[in-house]
Structure formats: C-alpha cells, structure tokens
C-alpha cells in the first residue's frame, strides 16, 4: 500500500519533535528546549488502528524572519506541506494565540490540505482550561488537547488523522533498497551530495559547519535500482563536541551507519585527508559496512594529468587500515561520476551481503594451503581443519584448526586475500575467526 504523508508543523519550540517521537515510538527526532533543533524534514512510520502513514517532522516556521537558515526551514517545512495528505499543526497553550501561528493557520488553510489542530502542553488531564478556546480563532476547526511528554490526548490525535487521510491505494512492490549512509567531518558537502542524487533540496545547505543535525532518510529510484540515502551530522571528535545538540547529532549519525548497507565516505578534495577522516572512516570500518571512499569538491581543485593518481596513492596510504575501500573522484555540485557511484554502491552492497558455501570455501583453503604452507613454530605445524561462513554484512569466516597460536595474523591476511580475489569482494571488510577444533561459540 502507498502510505500517505503527514506533516507536523508549527512555529519553533511548541513541541513538533517530542510530538513526532511519541507517535513513532522512538527518538529520531532530536529534541532540545532551543528553538530550531529540527532543521530538514525528519521522515518516520507510524501505525494507528491498522492505517500506516509517514509522518515527518519539520523545522519551526517563522513566516517573517530573514535568516539565512530559518529561510530554508521555512522552505522545507512548505515543500513538506505540499507533499502532505494531511497536516498535524502543533501550538502551544502556555504561549497562547501568537502572532506567527496565524500566519501558519493562514500558510496552511491556503495549502488546501486537511488539517488538524494540536494544542500541545496541555499536561492536566480533565476539562480544558480557559485559553484553550482562543485557539478556535485560528479557524481550523476543534482543536485536540495534547501532551505529547506524556502522552495524553494523543489517540484523540491520531483518530483525527485517520478520518482525514484519503483511502487506501495500492503499490508497486519497489525491491530491494539499499540503503547508503552518506558520513563524514562537518562541511564536505554531503547535504549538497543527497541534494544532487534526490534532484530536489531535500537537505539544508549552507556553508556553516554543523547545519545538518538530524540523520534524514531519502529514497531514490533511478536505473540503477531503489536506494536510501541517510544524510548525516558531521562527525566530530569527542573532544569538540560542544553541547547536547552535537552530542545527540553525533550519535544519530553513529546510529545511521549502524542501519545502512553502505557508507559513503565524502573527503574534501580541497583540503585531502585530515586525521578526523580516519576516524570517520574506522566507525564505518568497525560496523562492518560496505565502504566507497569518495573525493568530493574535485571539480574545485586545480589539477594536472597526475593529481588524480598522486592523491589516490597518498588516500591508499592514509586508509590503509581499509584497503579494500574503491576510490572515486566526484563533485556533488556538478554531478560528476554519480553514475559511477551508484554502480559502485550496488556492487559494495552485494559483496557485503555474499555468502559463499562451506564446499566452495574449503575448495579455496586447499588451494591455498597447497600454494603457501601454513607457517610452525618450534617444530609445530599449523593445521586448519576446514573452514565456513558464519554470517554475512560483513562476510565472516570461521577457520578450526590445531591451536589458534600458531595461525599468524599475516597468515590469516593471505587467507582473506585469497578469499577476496576469488570472489571479487570488493568494498567489504572481511572477518576472519580463529577457533581451535573442539572449542566452543
């Protein structure tokens, strides 16, 4: 079934996040006691009754103002309106009536979309109190008392919706999705990067490091296939980590490696690799995910018919900890090599998801033991027993032999290689576990 989509809006701080956290039942949506927390549209699935719906969180609207930012969470909250099959419009009952909520109520009555009127912080629970009824100048009809801290009201939200929603339609099945984590420090351009590939401004952009806080969702189709791109938080060292806002941005963006396929990691090419690019690189490296080094901005940097192979020799050098990382070249502002890019991220995905038999896996460990002897030690051999894949994102491999001190961390880096060149794995890092015959998981 096709889901519709329904917005919450609202001037800042009156509750949109903690709304939206509630009713999708966990906490993607950051939440703060600052204004302008929430900046792009924060996509979740909800359910109630049996109807499932997107619901999206979306920046403060402040109608009148000519900051550079707030201007752009003006717009995403209105694209969010127009795509909208229904509209949550959150006030707040200890501010009362502003003068920006109807400017809002005016934005929204002229959008044409049903609405439905949440005055928020309503924590006591009996008859409502006396300011609750000046929300009926607004002119959108009766208002629903919530609490979305607690909870209270919220049903009554929630049935409101589900009168308004249009019918239920049908829905091609889409396939697979693959889902890319788009990661790296502040400002390298990975808003623009999900921009370009959605062709629409589905991210904030701006150059003021630290503009995208949330990990936003957007699915792409092309001829490619269907794809997910999660755009994140820079990521900062620990140490810069100013205030509880970065800290939660930090983790979101943890958390978004955690469920992609794929982690594109955008370098600046303008400024090449700094130490916090390796850091960025190893949360991705120890989640076990696909990997594709991208250089970004390289349409900016000046360059002659060596600076690409000398700036791929001193990348493999920088990352040498993942070599099995591709390294593409691309500019998210002119669309160069994005082709290449997906095609790249479909064949990363595949070699992260490949499981191979424990037939074919031990056809592989004769070949290469017959090739290269297992290494001794005081006049004992190595022995492997056989060898099977446990699990796969990423492949991993359990190797039983006579005595794990005796297999050498170089004897298990030719195995991996060996497994690699057979198989094509590109992309992936590859685990090898060592148990000796008899022990236990």
């Known amino acids: 079934m096709a889901k519709p989509i329904v917005a919450i809006v609202g001037r800042p701080n009156v509750g949109k996040s903690t709304l ?37 969180d979306t920046g403060g609207i402040e109608p009148a103002s000519k900051d550079v930012i707030l201007t752009q969470m003006r717009e995403q909250a209105q694209i969010a309106i127009d795509s909208a099959s229904a509209i949550i419009f959150v006030t707040d009952i200890r501010t009362g009536v502003t003068a920006t909520d109807a ?24 008859e409502p109190p006396a300011e609750f009824y000046e929300f009926y100048n607004l002119g959108l009809g009766d208002p629903v008392m919530v609490s979305s801290v607690h909870g209270h009201g919220t049903g009554d939200l929630l049935d409101r919706i589900c009168d308004v929603l249009p019918d239920e339609v049908e829905e091609e ?7 890319v984590a788009v990661i790296g420090k502040p400002n390298v351009g990975k808003s623009s990067l999900v921009n370009k590939v959605a062709g629409e401004n589905r991210c904030i952009v701006s150059d003021i490091a630290g503009t995208t806080r949330d990990a936003v969702d957007t699915t792409i189709q092309n001829q490619h296939g269907t794809f997910t791109f999660i755009d994140t938080a820079g990521l900062r060292r620990k140490s810069k980590v100013e205030d509880a806002i970065e800290h939660y941005s930090n983790l ?12 594109l990691i955008l370098i600046d090419g303008q400024v090449g690799f700094t130490e916090q690019d390796s850091k960025v690189a190893g949360i991705a490296h120890e989640a076990g995910k696909g990997c594709i080094i991208c250089v970004n901005k390289w349409d900016a940097v000046e360059k002659d018919d060596k600076t690409m192979q000398e700036m791929r020799a001193k990348l493999e050098k920088d990352f040498s900890f993942m070599s099995y990382a591709p390294i593409l070249f691309i500019s998210a502002k002119t669309g160069q090599r994005l082709d290449r890019m997906f095609e790249l991220i479909k064949r990363v995905a595949s070699s992260n998801a490949m499981r191979v038999t424990t037939g074919t896996l031990n056809d592989i460990l004769a070949q290469a033991t017959a090739r290269v002897q297992p290494p001794t030690d005081k006049g004992k051999r190595l022995k492997i027993y056989y060898m099977t894949q446990a699990s796969t994102k990423p492949p991993t491999f359990i190797c039983f032999c006579n005595d794990h001190e005796l297999f050498h961390f170089s004897y298990q880096r030719y195995l991996e290689n060996r497994i690699r060149e057979t198989f094509g794995l590109e992309g992936t890092p590859v685990r090898m576990v060592i148990r000796e015959r008899g022990e236990k998981d």
């Open 103 to 126: 400017d809002v109520a005016n934005i929204l009555l002229k959008s044409g979309v049903p609405v439905v009127l949440c005055v928020n912080k309503c924590d006591s629970v009996g």
């Open 252 to 263: 979101r963006a943890e958390m978004a490696v955690e469920r992609a396929d794929v982690c």
């Open 173 to 179: 099945d889409e396939g697979e999705v693959i889902k």
């Open 20 to 56: 939206f956290n509630k009713i999708v039942g966990q906490r993607l949506s950051i939440v703060e006691d600052t204004p302008g927390v929430t900046r792009d549209r924060i996509f979740g699935d909800a359910e109630w009754c049996g109807r499932r719906f997107s619901l999206v």
